[in-house]
């Protein structure tokens, strides 16, 4: 099974009524601002869409907002991943039809070995028919998937890309290096995507995007054809903002351009709370001239 999921690709936040509830209203807008914008894919319930704090139900719900809108216009993967293998195999028994892939964090808190990782994507991995993308991302996690058992995973069929958020460029170029026809690497650090590209991955999938849409997917398309000096300014362009969006943790930081932009509010359910005023008003000021 090839890797479809290449370009850009945003992880979607998930927008909230004052009360805590779930703002569909604002998730349309968001999700016709992304295909406005010619994103590649979108990806529903990653960590950027607060996922820990969302019942399944809820999660169902909005999976199923998201495709209405999209109708099938661009790929949706959705984000099904966690520390307890088997749980992961039922709730991928309940998926709707229409899910074009599977986000699949590497295990958090416990803490596996990499013969655990290994296993644990082999079970998980063996109970769908749907592509999965690894996602590596240890400063969440609390370990690191080395490039030798991503490698190893590789081989399995419907194991399809990789979302590298290790930082390691060593290790990630060792990947892009080694790995099998048709396994994809994504970065899954933004500031760090361009660089990716011109290194050989073929995409990314990115919380900046939720703001700004059409200037990232452009500088991936430019990227991905080697057009690195025009690359390369949209990406000092977006850099400051990028360090703003990530200053007081994820996706506090994006929802303030959200704000400005007319999406959305900026509630966040707890733990999450709301960045700085300052902060804030930096984002806002900032989002207003790149818009």
Not at 104 to 124: A, C, D, L, M, R
Not at 138 to 164: C, F, H, Q, W, Y
Not at 254 to 262: D, R, S
Request: aromatic share 6%.
């Amino acid at each position: 099974m090839k890797n479809i999921f290449s370009g850009a690709g945003t992880a979607l936040v998930t927008p909230f009524n004052a009360d805590f509830s779930i703002d569909f209203a604002s998730l349309k807008k968001l999700v016709e601002f992304q295909l406005d914008g010619g994103i590649d894919f979108l990806v529903v319930q990653g960590t950027t869409g607060e996922s820990p704090t969302l019942s399944w139900e809820e999660k169902m719900e909005i999976l199923a907002c998201v495709q209405e809108v999209t109708n099938k216009r661009v790929p949706i993967v959705f984000g099904l991943g966690g520390n307890n293998t088997v749980e992961i195999a039922h709730k991928l028994k309940t998926l709707p039809a229409g899910v074009d892939g599977l986000l699949s964090v590497s295990p958090y808190y416990n803490k596996p070995t990499q013969k655990g990782i290994v296993e644990h994507y082999k079970y998980v991995a063996g109970h769908t028919d749907l592509p999965i993308i690894l996602y590596n991302v240890p400063g969440r996690t609390g370990s690191n998937m080395l490039a030798e058992t991503t490698l190893e995973l590789a081989e399995i069929d419907n194991i399809v890309a990789m979302k590298e958020a290790s930082g390691n460029m060593e290790q990630i170029m060792d990947l892009i290096r080694l790995r099998p026809d048709g396994f994809g690497i994504l970065s899954g650090d933004d500031p760090i995507t361009m660089p990716l590209m011109t290194l050989g991955a073929d995409g990314v999938i990115s919380v900046v995007s939720n703001a700004f849409p059409q200037k990232f997917t452009q500088m991936v398309h430019l990227a991905r054809e080697a057009k690195n000096k025009e690359a390369r300014e949209i990406h000092y362009s977006l850099i400051e903002i990028t360090k703003l969006f990530f200053a007081e943790g994820n996706p506090g930081g994006v929802k303030e351009a959200l704000v400005e932009l007319g999406l959305m509010n900026n509630t966040m359910r707890q733990p999450l709370y709301n960045v700085s005023s300052n902060l804030a008003e930096r984002i806002k000021s900032l989002t207003k001239k790149l818009a």
